[in-house]
């Protein structure tokens, strides 16, 4: 069963900069960890990425109309 996409429009730009960052410390753990053993979730860094990219582009929308 397929995950449901994270709306990211009712969040507020600290939520949204929590968010990243959480994102990135999973990556970065992910990429380490990885390194030595078999990773059961190969699309997981994938899915990861996207998730960072959403939410950045959902920050940057925000703040382009703003000005």
Do not use: Q, Y
Not at 47 to 65: G, P
């Amino acid at each position: 069963m397929a995950k449901k996409k994270i709306s990211f429009k009712d969040h507020s730009p600290e939520e949204l900069a929590k968010f990243v960052s959480d994102k990135r410390e999973a990556l970065r753990g992910l990429r380490f960890s990885a390194t030595g053993s078999k990773n059961k979730n190969v699309k997981e860094a994938s899915t990861l990425r996207k998730e960072i990219a959403r939410a950045l582009t959902e920050a940057s929308a925000r703040k382009n109309a703003a000005a």
